[in-house]
């Protein structure tokens, strides 16, 4: 009857932590659903355009500045340029956008190290993404009242900073819930399970240690406490049926990470394509016009607020998981928080910190160059396409709803990909950065000619490499079944090489990596075509950043790393028990 009511007891128990966790998984896929739409339908492709749109409707025609770039009546001489005045200087309109962009950039990378602490702690990092979705869609929903003709014009760039450095202070503390929903999946607490079956099955096993008589006891150098025969810590490691169970611990936590994260990312792409394909209903009947850009940056505000409101009841405000236990009841100061928060992010880069996890540091490296990488591949395609192919608006529109489409599919096929090859997360991760170097490889066989003709008359052909507007539309569903699935892939392999507990932090230093470097691509890109000018032979720079970043990513063993970081995580805890005691 005692074994019954255990086994109930048990499955009850069970029961409730399913729940438990189909309710945080909802709400954390509710708000990859609520934000991604920003940046889908703002951030890559509307934002740039009105801020730009915004600045020539307030600007002049150089080299004079009397004549507005809104004057449909003057016809521009070959040369000039539309400029817009700000404070004592004429800066081009196009310049605008992108000035505003870097702003944004280097703002969010100030805000999520100062944030960094606050969302490590767990009764302090709901309230906060749930703050940053409310200034972000707030920013964002502002467009709509805003006109371009309105004398606080300019607020336009405050409105856009908000809405990119609250996004990607969100994301952090939304990545930060991922490794723990990974660790309260069902079949991964069942596989948790039967490593603790393991190891209590050892120690049962164990001959007890030999009681000592009374005279022993007696003695005064009798030890206080009797070691056992045997030390647990190294000896279990070596027991077969331990090491299995821990493999399988292991390869379980991965596959749902990876499977969890691609998830989230399809699901923030399919609501970036079904908010995108509604907004460009008005843009397209209304030609493009400064209203109908406003209105699809405060659609996508609206979206973000709408859809966030289930994700602030489902998010979990603990930790959530069951391996990690939250401290409930803990008093965040606000500059406390941040002074901590940087000080953290400086003790990261010492020399000790970073061979305690050099694995780590060495995948933040790969990442540096691949996140680089990819943004330019996404940058440099749609420029050649505008300028060499000469694709219209309409074209480029398409091009831009292909993309995510076909992340949609590859981030939901690589992982059945990865079940059947019995892939690790990584290895997918080497297999896409590879696949993914053949873009812009094939973008560089547009130099290769094949000359044939009439025997009188050479005529010229080109074989592939970007030359006719099929190619881009193949290229663009080619990409985005790749890109999708290695934003999941690279998000899943690092969150497995992580300090538990430190979750957001390292995810901080993650977002930084990524932002940090997304100049470095386009700059080159950019000096490339201006001395040659070419920008075709900006691919072949893309080639050689991607193929440099292989051998960084080479040297990096996951499992090292895992074990590295579970270290690092077991001896801080060590030393906060002792610092309460």
């Not at 000096?527 to 990096?556: K, Q």
Request: glycine share 8%.
């Amino acid at each position: 009857m005692s074994s019954s009511n255990d086994a109930l007891a048990v499955n009850g128990s069970s029961e409730i932590l399913d729940r438990a966790h189909r309710r945080r998984l909802r709400g954390w896929l509710c708000y990859a659903f609520a934000s991604e739409v920003f940046a889908v339908v703002s951030l890559t492709l509307f934002l740039p355009i009105c801020l730009e749109q915004f600045a020539r409707d307030n600007g002049y025609l150089s080299p004079d500045y009397t004549i507005p770039c809104v004057d449909q009546t003057t016809k521009a001489d070959e040369g000039t340029r539309c400029a817009v005045r700000l404070g004592w200087a004429w800066i081009d309109t196009a310049s605008f956008s992108l000035y505003v962009f870097s702003a944004s950039v280097a703002l969010q990378a100030l805000t999520v190290i100062s944030v960094g602490a606050i969302a490590d702690t767990p009764s302090q990092r709901k309230p906060l993404l749930l703050a940053f979705a409310a200034i972000g869609s707030l920013s964002t929903s502002a467009f709509l009242p805003l006109t371009s003709t309105s004398p606080i014009w300019i607020a336009c760039a405050l409105f856009a900073i908000l809405g990119n450095v609250s996004f990607g202070t969100s994301i952090v503390a939304m990545n930060a819930y991922l490794p723990d929903l990974a660790k309260g999946s069902p079949e991964v607490r069942k596989a948790w399970d039967e490593v603790e079956v393991a190891n209590e099955t050892y120690l049962e096993s164990q001959p007890l240690p030999p009681a000592a008589s009374d005279s022993e006891v007696d003695l005064p150098s009798a030890p206080l406490i009797v070691p056992p025969p045997f030390n647990s810590v190294v000896d279990i490691d070596r027991v077969p049926a331990h090491k299995a169970a821990v493999a399988h611990y292991n390869r379980l936590l991965s596959r749902t990470t990876s499977r969890l994260s691609s998830q989230g990312i399809a699901l923030g792409y399919g609501a970036g394509i079904v908010l995108l394909l509604c907004t460009l209903v008005p843009v397209t009947m209304m030609k493009g016009s400064t209203f109908s850009l406003r209105l699809a940056i405060g659609l996508s505000g609206i979206w973000w607020a709408v859809f966030s409101i289930p994700a602030a009841f489902w998010l979990p405000t603990g930790r959530g998981g069951p391996v990690d236990v939250a401290k409930e009841g803990e008093h965040v100061s606000l500059w406390v928080e941040i002074k901590r928060s940087w000080s953290r992010i400086i003790q990261m880069f010492r020399p000790t910190e970073i061979r305690k996890l050099r694995n780590t540091f060495w995948y933040l490296a790969a990442w540096f160059l691949l996140s680089d990488g990819f943004t330019t591949i996404t940058s440099t395609a749609v420029l050649f396409a505008k300028t060499t192919l000469h694709l219209p608006a309409t074209a480029l529109v398409i091009v831009g709803v292909l993309t995510p489409m076909a992340g949609i599919v590859g981030s939901l096929i690589w992982p059945r990909i990865q079940r059947y090859a019995g892939w690790t997360n990584i290895r997918v991760v080497y297999t896409l950065v590879v696949l993914a170097s053949l873009i812009p490889l094939y973008g560089c066989l547009g130099f290769l000619s094949v000359f044939q003709g009439d025997g009188t008359t050479p005529g010229k052909f080109r074989f592939g490499g970007l030359t006719t507007k099929g190619e881009m539309f193949a290229l663009a569903i080619y990409f985005g079944s790749i890109f999708g699935a290695f934003q999941a892939y690279a998000r899943a392999v690092y969150s497995e090489i992580i300090p538990r507990g430190e979750e957001a932090r390292w995810f901080s230093l993650y977002s930084i990596t990524d932002k940090s470097s997304s100049f470095v691509g386009p700059l080159g890109v950019g000096l490339i075509a201006d001395l040659t000018g070419n920008i075709r032979y900006g691919f072949f720079f893309i080639v050689v950043m991607m193929w440099i970043s292989l051998p960084v990513l080479f040297t990096v063993d996951v499992d090292r790393g895992r074990e590295d970081a579970k270290a690092v995580s077991d001896e801080r805890e060590r030393a906060a028990r002792e610092l309460d005691l």
